[in-house]
């Protein structure tokens, strides 16, 4: 198993700033990803962030818009570049220990855009 | 892409009862994962119980059991003796087992009410 803390728990923003949301993990992980949970549905891949390479993009999700970093294999982060109330969500963070495991998650970044 | 459904928005137990979480999924591969994952009000998603499509046997782990039909693509829950700190919502996510794969496709999640 892996623990995940997520930094912040939650935060409310102003509308056009950005906010960089911190991923640590207890272990030497190779795989993480972030995900959205828009308020009411389920949860989405935004990307995911392999270290020492560029993060993978899912489809409808940009670089500029959601820069992510990778810089040792217990750490990312993910930025919500420009923000609007649309980006009004839960952000979490998942780790995979290996190919044929199932996936950990954090505790999720609550943001809410005004 | 595959898809995940699940049919139940809200379902309700009485407490010390058994209830039923449906999930059907929708894909082309023959080797893949099935998990149900349960997010309480406190918004950490904790693994219930996971099921590899080779193996007929179905998956149990304590109050929570799974009833797998491959051919049917139905993946549901069953959680027997339920207890309050069961409520949450729960969901049933699909992956692959390509390598590569990463994603995890998720339902839209069925929110679980336990009656006292």
């Known amino acids: 198993s892996a623990v995940i803390s997520q930094k912040p728990s939650r935060d409310i923003c102003q509308r056009g700033t950005s906010l960089t949301i911190q991923c640590q993990v207890d272990?030497?992980?190779?795989?993480m990803f972030w995900y959205r949970q828009q308020p009411g549905q389920s949860l989405t891949l935004i990307a995911t962030?392999?270290?020492?390479?560029?993060?993978?993009?899912e489809s409808g999700f940009v670089i500029d818009k959601f820069p992510i970093s990778r810089p040792n294999l217990t750490f990312s982060t993910l930025t919500v570049s420009n923000m609007s109330p649309e980006d009004s969500s839960i952000y979490l963070c998942?780790?995979?220990?290996?190919?044929?495991?199932?996936?950990?998650f954090g505790q999720g970044t609550r943001l809410t855009v005004v | 892409a595959q898809t995940v459904t699940q049919s139940q928005p809200e379902m309700s137990v009485q407490e010390a009862e058994t209830v039923t979480l449906s999930c059907t999924y929708d894909?082309?591969?023959?080797?893949?994962?099935l998990f149900w994952y349960k997010q309480p009000p406190s918004r950490q998603m904790i693994l219930v119980i996971r099921?590899?499509?080779?193996?007929?046997q179905n998956a149990t782990e304590n109050r929570f059991s799974v009833n797998f039909q491959k051919a049917a693509k139905s993946f549901s829950l069953k959680i027997s003796d339920s207890q309050l700190g069961d409520a949450a919502m729960y969901f049933c996510?699909?992956?692959?087992?390509?390598?590569?794969?990463?994603?995890?496709?998720f339902g839209t999640g069925t929110r679980l009410t336990v009656i006292p």
């Open positions: 996510a699909y992956r692959s087992q390509q390598t590569g794969a990463n994603n995890l496709f």
């Open positions: 894909t082309s591969e023959s080797d893949y994962y």
């Open positions: 998942s780790v995979r220990t290996g190919r044929n495991t199932e996936a950990f």
């Open positions: 272990s030497q992980v190779t795989m």
């Open positions: 099921q590899e499509a080779y193996k007929q």
């Open positions: 962030a392999n270290q020492g390479s560029e993060a993978t993009y």
